[in-house]
């Protein structure tokens, strides 16, 4: 199991959901910095890349099997499996539909111009199935982040106040 610390931003109560599903929470993952220098002029790349893209806080939802209430501070976790699944199609699905393009191009017309676009197209088309794969395997359970236990860690404070 994959874990994280985050902040229960809003909770979804039962009757709100479908009878079936687990209770879910809306969650923000709390960013912490192995050596304090995240933001600064100095240190390694992640503080250049957190300038460029300035990291963003993402909210998304969990389930909530522990009924954390709002403002706690909780561990999230996500399956080891369900990530390296999830990476492996990410990147080899259009990484082998792209080379499968490009020996099929050159196969057809024996020129580079057509393996370029041979590539191109077996890029978009694995990314295309990637999108449509990841979109109707969303909602598997072992997929989805679970709150495991509430966060001890923080000093007896277990709350965040939110105005």
């Known amino acids: ?48 890349w957190g300038k460029l893209f300035a990291h963003k806080a993402s909210s998304f939802k969990a389930q909530n099997h522990i009924n954390a209430t709002v403002g706690q501070s909780v561990i999230v976790g996500i399956d080891e499996a369900a990530v390296m699944k999830s990476a492996l199609i990410l990147y080899l699905v259009p990484l082998a539909t792209m080379l499968l393009g490009a020996i099929l191009a050159t196969q057809i017309v024996d020129a580079d111009l057509s393996a370029m676009l041979g590539a191109a197209v077996g890029l978009v088309l694995g990314y295309c199935w990637v999108k449509a794969h990841i979109a109707g395997h969303s909602y598997y359970q072992n997929h989805q982040p679970t709150i495991l236990r509430l966060d001890t860690a923080t000093s007896g404070v277990d709350t965040i106040q939110f105005q």
């Open 1 to 48: 199991m994959i874990e994280q610390y985050a902040i229960i931003l809003a909770t979804e109560s039962q009757t709100e959901l479908k009878t079936d599903s687990p209770p879910m929470a809306t969650i923000e993952v709390v960013r912490k910095s192995a050596c304090g220098l995240c933001g600064q002029t100095s240190g390694c790349g992640n503080a250049f």
